[in-house]
């Protein structure tokens, strides 16, 4: 029986929702929900029954932006998620509508979009999703007439050699965001240079995490992370990247990283020759 029969008859419906969300690129990272009563298989991803609700969807058939609320229990693996920090990549969120007691197992989807953020109140956590509308409406980035480079590090237009700016470590201990590292690693000389770069490792459960650099302590032995480190203990292994403060390293900017650390000012993509005082002043030289 096809989900149009289900949906026009008064009697044999019986609507439920799927909640399909994707927080990493993994085939493992995802988690299923279902506000059903038992648990539903579909296109082979079984749907967990869970206490899950979500606001009303609108539609009026152009690109609506209109966030939609998603309710959880506190204490569901998706809200501990979210517990200190948010996943290292956006979860995606797919909701499919159905009819459990159909034998055909027609479920439509009825809103993709993101998951933006994450509130409890009290023994529920609230999660405001954004439809994927949002993406298509919004503007791209322009480029700018800058002092500095505009590229992301070691994206496509930067080009920077990630793999070689990439040293793997072993954690000496973890403190709330900071983490040690052994005294006497391999490019302590250089510590610094990983300010504004990356912090990357597996968990054991095997979710890639990442966390900025904010800053290096402690004679190049410690580093500050953007938040705690989930999934990073003591005894495991890192990547650190490089980092870069998007300067030429050239005669107009020598205390630039592009040239010096990454061997690539081919691509450096800043205006370094803009004069940095002003041609007018602010002094009257006439009185």
């Known amino acids: 029986m096809t989900i149009a029969a289900h949906e026009s008859s008064r009697f044999s419906g019986e609507p439920v929702n799927l909640y399909f969300f994707q927080y990493g690129v993994a085939p493992t990272e995802y988690f299923a929900y279902t506000d059903a009563e038992q ?9 967990r029954p869970l206490p899950i609700d979500r606001g009303k969807i609108s539609s009026s058939g152009s690109l609506d932006k209109a966030n939609v609320p998603v309710t959880t229990p506190h204490d569901c693996d998706l809200a501990r998620l979210y517990l200190t920090y948010p996943p290292s990549r956006p979860t995606s969120l797919i909701m499919f509508q159905g009819h459990v007691n159909d034998t055909d197992q027609q479920f439509k989807v009825v809103w993709t979009g993101t998951v933006i953020s994450c509130a409890r109140k009290g023994s529920r956590a609230e999660f ?7 993406s298509l409406r919004r503007n791209g980035l322009r480029r ?55 912090a990357e490792w597996t968990t054991d ?15 190049g032995r410690t580093f500050l992370l953007s938040a705690p480190p989930r999934g990073l203990a003591a005894g495991h292994t890192l990547d650190l990247v490089l980092g870069c403060n998007h300067k030429s390293g050239t005669d107009a900017q020598p205390d630039g990283d592009c040239g ?11 205006q370094e020759r803009i004069p940095l005082k002003n041609p007018i002043g602010l002094v009257n030289n006439f009185y």
């Open 144 to 198: 700018r007439y800058q002092y500095g480079c505009p590229h992301v590090l070691y994206g496509e237009d930067c080009g920077a050699n990630k793999d070689i700016a990439t040293r793997t470590v072993a954690v000496e201990s973890v403190s709330g965001a900071r983490i040690t590292l052994a005294a006497g690693w391999s490019d302590i000389a250089r510590a610094a240079k990983y300010a504004q770069g990356l």
């Open 260 to 270: 010096p650390l990454h061997r690539n000012i081919l691509n450096f993509g800043g």
């Open 205 to 219: 459960a095997g979710t890639r995490e990442v966390r900025t650099i904010l800053r290096v302590e402690n004679a």
């Open 39 to 47: 648990v539903i298989t579909h296109s082979g991803v079984p749907y």
């Open 128 to 134: 405001t999703c954004q439809p994927i509308s949002v």
